[in-house]
């Protein structure tokens, strides 16, 4: 997300995958929720709102009530997807990828990414440098593990998902800087991780959806090799907290208006930052950007976003395509294994990436 909920520490042994078998469809149908659809979510699905019964369930206080670093001790709604696939026997696929760890040089240290590696096909795979969500404030690679990791089963490449810098510790620009420098290491190492150099996309979630649009906005600027592609998921792309979905969904769970406000204010340096292009990137220069997929959620303030910042694409002439699901929250993407919009949203996002790839 500008914006997630929560973390847990980094890790980079393999773990099974959270893309959906075939033969969960069944435990898929036992995933109903205690009660009647929320005032703020009249259409929410059953299984998303399962998800949201569970994340609050645990009883933790507001984020926006929260400093940082108490905030990334919330339980996330990965936490939640994982206790209801726990409690309803769901089976966990075998995963298709080896995952390591590497650390990468930026400016005033190194960062650390975790790469997924198809265990099958023949190297070099293309690329895909993944940029989590969390306002830029909390969660982790851990959080945003099904995520990635999906992209990489589905299209069998390589993702390198890159764990940015958080503030309050580390104020804005420093994510978007970390952001870019890992996608020149990326470039300049995608060999020695089996990867193709001359193929590789962007994608992100959230607050990660904005740092994929300004890596290939920085590559634009800075001559640097363009992305194949981006994949933008419910990204933040503007500065306006009175937009149609941000009055429709002040409420919403698991992001709300008051999560935003607070994501912004432990991110930036000043509140005149909010206009600045890198985050209001609906008022960007948009030109001469790579061929881009969109993904938006109904019940989520950044709908209206993830919108507008297809309409200025279009207009600045870039080839987009953009998917919104109905009856799903912001944070739905990476929950496949028990939302049927997830495994589409999914699907849809990387049949994009493996189109790009093939040219």
């Given at each position: 997300m500008f914006f997630s909920c929560g973390g847990s520490s980094e890790?980079?042994?393999?773990?099974?995958?959270?893309?959906?078998?075939?033969?969960?469809?069944?435990?898929?149908?036992?995933?109903?929720?205690?009660?009647?659809?929320?005032?703020?979510?009249?259409?929410?699905?059953?299984?998303?709102?399962?998800?949201?019964?569970?994340?609050?369930?645990?009883?933790?206080?507001?984020?926006?009530?929260?400093?940082?670093?108490?905030?990334?001790?919330?339980?996330t709604p990965n936490d939640a997807v994982m206790a209801l696939v726990a409690e309803n026997n769901?089976?966990?696929?075998?995963?298709?990828?080896?995952?390591?760890?590497?650390?990468?040089?930026?400016?005033?240290?190194?960062?650390?990414?975790?790469?997924?590696?198809?265990?099958?096909?023949?190297?070099?795979?293309?690329?895909?440098?993944?940029?989590?969500?969390?306002?830029?404030?909390?969660?982790?690679l851990d959080v945003y593990d099904a995520s990635a990791k999906g992209l990489a089963e589905q299209t069998g490449a390589v993702v390198v998902s890159v764990a940015y810098r958080l503030a309050p510790e580390h104020k804005f620009p420093t994510a978007h800087n970390d952001a870019f420098a890992a996608y020149e290491w990326t470039l300049k190492n995608a060999v020695a991780i089996k990867g193709d150099p001359k193929m590789i996309a962007v994608a992100g979630e959230s607050a990660g959806?904005?740092?994929?649009?300004?890596?290939?906005?920085?590559?634009?600027?800075?001559?640097?090799?363009?992305?194949?592609?981006?994949?933008?998921?419910?990204?933040?792309?503007?500065?306006?907290?009175?937009t149609e979905s941000y009055q429709k969904n002040a409420a919403a769970k698991p992001l709300d208006k008051p999560m935003m406000a607070w994501f912004v204010k432990n991110y930036l340096n000043n509140m005149g930052e909010a206009k600045d292009p890198r985050i209001n990137l609906?008022?960007?220069?948009?030109?001469?950007?790579?061929?881009?997929?969109?993904?938006?959620?109904?019940?989520?303030?950044?709908?209206s976003?993830?919108?507008?910042?297809?309409?200025?694409?279009k207009a600045a002439d870039v080839k987009v395509d953009s998917k919104n699901y109905d009856g799903v929250t912001h944070e739905f993407f990476?929950?496949?294994?028990?939302?049927?919009?997830?495994?589409?949203?999914?699907?849809?996002?990387?049949?994009?990436?493996?189109?790009?790839?093939?040219?």
């Open positions: 890790k980079t042994t393999d773990t099974d995958s959270l893309a959906v078998a075939e033969d969960t469809t069944e435990a898929l149908k036992t995933i109903k929720p205690d009660s009647a659809a929320p005032a703020w979510a009249p259409d929410i699905k059953d299984e998303m709102l399962a998800v949201i019964e569970k994340l609050a369930s645990y009883k933790d206080t507001p984020i926006a009530k929260l400093t940082a670093q108490q905030a990334r001790k919330n339980h769901i089976p966990m696929p075998a995963s298709m990828v080896d995952t390591s760890g590497k650390e990468i040089p930026v400016k005033g240290g190194n960062i650390h990414a975790r790469i997924y590696t198809p265990k099958t096909g023949n190297a070099p795979f293309p690329v895909i440098v993944y940029y989590h969500g969390g306002g830029f404030v909390i969660a982790d959806g904005n740092l994929a649009a300004n890596v290939s906005i920085m590559a634009r600027d800075k001559g640097v090799q363009l992305p194949v592609h981006q994949l933008l998921v419910y990204p933040v792309a503007g500065s306006d907290m009175n609906v008022a960007a220069n948009l030109k001469g950007l790579p061929p881009t997929t969109i993904v938006t959620a109904e019940i989520d303030p950044l709908l976003d993830g919108r507008m910042l297809a309409e200025k694409l990476g929950m496949a294994i028990i939302i049927p919009q997830a495994k589409d949203a999914q699907a849809y996002g990387s049949d994009a990436l493996k189109a790009a790839f093939k040219k």
